[in-house]
């Protein structure tokens, strides 16, 4: 299998990173968003398997980095679980967005189930790289898997699914009253 990739140039990572920074938002307005607003954006990419050009062979790629400060830990001096949840939630999802946008479509979604699995905790002070990569976008339906790594030591692994609630204008009913 042959893959091809399409680094993200300047314009399609500016363009992610203000799609990220208008769904973590401002404290004020949005939970979690001090800790969100500390994801550094740091890589892009639209991957095609084959030479066939398929959508469906397509995923994004995003990358982020986070230092693990206190705020973000349990008393236990690791990565809390709620934290690591809260992470997964839009870094996950901007990898959606990321190939939906390569493929003309609405990436965005709510979620609708989030499986994680711990491998090691996360201690205080580490630099948590997090690296999403879209598994399925097709209709309604969107799927993710994301992982937490702290140096070559994969911590934290999940696969987020979401659904667009969205009915498509041409689909929409009249009320019937």
């Known amino acids: ?67 693990v400060e206190k705020d973000m830990c349990n008393i236990f001096g690791t990565l809390h679980g709620g934290c690591t949840a809260y992470i997964i939630d839009p870094c996950s999802v901007s990898s959606l967005v990321t190939l939906g946008r390569a493929l003309g479509l609405d990436g965005t979604g709510v979620s609708q189930s989030m499986n994680l ?3 090691q905790p996360i201690p205080l002070g580490s630099k948590l790289r997090v690296v999403s990569t879209s598994m399925f976008i097709q209709g309604r339906i969107r799927s993710a898997r994301c992982e937490l790594w ?28």
């Open 117 to 119: 699995i711990w491998h």
């Open 1 to 67: 299998m042959s893959t091809t990739k399409r680094k993200g140039g300047p314009g399609l990572k500016q363009l992610g990173a203000a799609i990220f920074s208008h769904f973590i938002s401002t404290p004020d307005q949005s939970y979690g968003a001090t800790i969100g607003q500390r994801l550094k954006f740091t890589e892009i990419n639209v991957h095609r398997r084959g030479a066939s050009g398929d959508d469906q062979a397509a995923y994004g790629e995003t990358m982020f980095e986070i230092d």
């Open 150 to 177: 702290v140096g070559d030591k994969l911590c934290v692994s999940a696969v987020h699914s979401t659904i667009n609630p969205t009915i498509p204008p041409s689909k929409k009913r009249e009320p019937k009253l």
